[in-house]
Nanobody
């Protein structure tokens, strides 16, 4: 069982920055493929960024050049640095871990005002 706890969400003006953190339980964190998803009201959950156990990253086209995903295997934490935020980035952001099964955090709200 993997437990994920997100933090770092909040309210920010357009053009601002936030950094989300996701602390994961488990002694084999380095083997997890990690990702951030988001879900806006009335929309489906979508992949924002992912980072494999080997450090390969992938981004949704809508966030390329603005967001950066990283991981710290010692702290068993994955981060999402979000810059140049736009109102359309407003959503609940969820941390995801894949290791034999799929695990989700509880989500953290990000609101970007115009």
């Amino acid at each position: 069982q993997v437990q994920l706890v997100e933090s770092g969400g909040g309210l920010v003006q357009a053009g601002g920055s936030l950094r989300l953190s996701c602390a994961a339980s488990g002694r084999v964190f380095s083997l997890y493929d990690m990702a951030w998803y988001r879900q806006a009201p009335g929309k489906q959950r979508e992949l924002v960024a992912s980072i494999s156990s080997g450090g390969i990253t992938n981004y949704a086209d809508s966030v390329k050049g603005r967001f950066a995903i990283s991981r710290d295997n010692v702290k068993t934490t994955v981060y999402l640095q979000m810059n140049s935020l736009k109102p359309e980035d407003t959503a609940v952001y969820y941390c995801n871990a894949r290791y034999s099964s799929n695990y989700w955090g509880q989500g953290t709200q990000v609101t970007v005002s115009s």
